[in-house]
């Protein structure tokens, strides 16, 4: 018997409760012991729930209940989830969590302290939502060296994008119907201007490259500037739009990091990930490219990563899970501007003008306004080529 | 410092062998110690390798060395390679293979040896080869109840019905074009008659579901039926036809396995897996479907699977990884003719004949043939509605 306690009662946390109930059998067998929620710290009472008599609203009490071995954090964002998961750390419980947002802030110092404290910190949910990713990348591509990872972290863009796409609505609209079927918050800002995928992609790089890389070190561009034009645009170019989060290991040593939106041709198998689906792809030096799908987000599917870890964490209650990166720093950081490739151009300037920054590239023509895909340049020659042309979008086109 | 013995030099000994010297850090550091090969068993010398001083051709030097802990077994087939492992389990030496066809056979009765001796028998290679399925579907996926699990197993197939969909190669041709690739066997019967995606699907099988299927309780067809005229008529169905291994965990308890043909809508992501590529999808209670998908073999893919396999028996020399299952019998199997689905029917028959068996149904004509779609049906009332039909294939509809 594994005692557990819950903190938040949220989406992820209704979800934990729910799987564990659900498949108690599965879970009981994996994990070799039952285990048994016996704390769920929630804001409010629960009258009349199951669960009533689990609920407390004071920490303290799952903090200095010797039983409870494992912690689970659902409350999300940093404040109050960064104090209890410390908390739980220096007392010797392990912590469970999908809070991606912590990991990628203070990942490194919360490993740091499990390790002190001889217990572990666990995060397959907080990157791919149900999709083992975090796993498969620490143990089963022990034997390669990882060169880049790259993929579709957010599903609420890749909604709204596969809309576009697939049933011609306007970016407005789009984000509409996402709000409308939940798949987007009231205030969008994490997903569309891609913070989340920013969180996501730091996460998955210091797992493959052994480096903390912060959030503030990723340049980070959201969806909010692709219009229809582009989609049908990037079409007739064999293309879709597709929102990526990329980390690439330099031979030189260095990580470049970057999210931005991007032309992906068809025959990429990630431009076929549609709605809100994640897709995420490992390039190794001996596996080559393998692709982890699924949805990447959503009550159950994330909870059962969650549900996961806790029975890892149950497993291995006196032992030490390989889950590790170093620190970061600004000198291993590759500035994601200087990465070269060819670009998507919308623009309203003449054939001349483009001619006389780019040379004899094909135009094709819209309403009003053309596009063309340049030769393979880094982010700064572009800028200085377009010079004072007037632009309404450049997209990288993914290689 | 761990030492370990290579069993077989062929095209995945000789990966192995090469992982595990050009990705020595990566693989030292995961380990938490260097991986060493002390012995190589081959048929014949290897004058000048730089590895010549370590093949044997005597098994038993390696079976009473005591510093081997770890024995990779790439030998394939089942006589020498079932006989080896066992004695290498006897002497408390873990094994790890990429050997299907002994997994499928002996897979249980091996993991019992290695249970009894306190060692492991890992086979993640097995499967999809460098693509890591089984550990996650071992571990990642604890929390869920799979439901079902199907996929692109074998790259060959994959490679050949590419071919002739996107290159209008007759199977002949593209099956030719396979073997002086490198990509098929001179005799291909392992590859196009279903046999290997049938090891694979048995071993998929078993770790979700927790019983072993074995290789005769499986109805396998492979892709010699399959013409171009089929590639055509799927394709005007908006379809690709893919050799699929397909296992169902029914309500009742009872597996249904088997492996054939389908036509599978372009909507699924499996049908743009194309090539030699694999793709597998998990359903789980709580994940929903979840894709793995990358290079079903080749030496380096294979190897890499091989050398995480090896990685983690070093982590777990004293201590037994979770990975086994039940021994199987005919009472859990579900016959999966009893399966219903809509089929895709190709025939000479004349409209008053195919309308006396199935209705209304539409008809697309071809050159002298036709091809229709019937209602969800089982394999015996398709039979018997075909009744006396010349049929020139029939072939399931994925739903």
């Known amino acids: 018997m594994l005692d557990v306690a819950i903190l938040g009662l949220g989406t992820v946390g209704s979800g934990v409760l729910e799987v564990i109930e659900k498949n108690s059998d599965a879970i009981s067998q994996s994990a070799a012991q039952e285990i048994r929620v016996k704390h769920i710290l929630a804001r409010r009472d629960y009258p009349g729930a199951p669960y009533e008599k689990l609920v407390t609203k004071d920490f303290s009490v799952i903090e200095n209940d010797p039983d409870v071995r494992v912690v689970v954090e659902t409350i999300g964002g940093i404040d109050a989830a960064y104090e209890y998961t410390k908390r739980s750390l ?25 390790r002190e404290n001889g217990v572990n910190y666990l995060f397959e949910a907080s990157v791919g939502g149900g999709i083992p990713i975090i796993r498969p990348l620490s143990q089963c591509l022990a034997a390669n060296k990882i060169k880049e990872i790259y993929g579709i972290l957010n599903g609420t863009t890749n909604y709204i994008l596969t809309e576009m796409i697939k049933n011609g609505l306007s970016f407005e609209t789009a984000l509409k119907d996402a709000q409308e079927k939940g798949y987007a918050e009231a205030n969008p800002d994490a997903d569309v201007k891609g913070f989340d995928v920013c969180r996501k992609i730091c996460i998955l790089s210091a797992l493959s490259f052994g480096r903390h890389v912060y959030p503030h070190q990723v340049k980070t561009e959201g969806i909010e500037s692709v219009t229809l034009a582009d989609i049908g645009f990037a079409g007739k170019l064999g293309c879709r739009v597709k929102l990526l989060g990329r980390a690439i290991h330099r031979e030189d040593g260095k990580i470049a990091v970057y999210v931005a939106p991007h032309l992906v041709h068809d025959d990429n198998l990630i431009a076929s990930v549609e709605g809100v689906m994640n897709g995420i792809i490992v390039r190794g030096n001996a596996i080559g490219d393998v692709m982890f799908y699924g949805a990447g987000a959503g009550k159950l599917p994330t909870a059962s990563a969650v549900v996961a870890d806790v029975i890892d964490a149950a497993k291995h209650i006196s032992a030490r899970k390989w889950l590790s990166w170093e620190d970061g720093a600004d000198e291993i950081i590759y500035d994601s501007a200087l990465l070269e490739n060819s670009w ?56």
Chains 1, 2 share one sequence.
């Open 344 to 399: 998507y151009v919308r623009t309203t300037a003449k054939k001349e003008e483009i001619a006389a920054g780019f040379g004899d590239v094909q135009l094709i023509e819209g309403e009003g306004e053309k596009i063309f895909v340049t030769p393979s340049m880094n982010r700064y020659d572009l800028e200085d080529k377009l010079g004072g042309m007037s632009v309404s979008a450049a997209f990288r086109i993914l290689q």
């Open 90 to 114: 220096l007392k010797g419980k392990s912590v469970v969590t999908a809070n991606k947002e912590l990991v990628a802030t203070h990942g490194y110092e919360l490993m740091q302290l499990a």
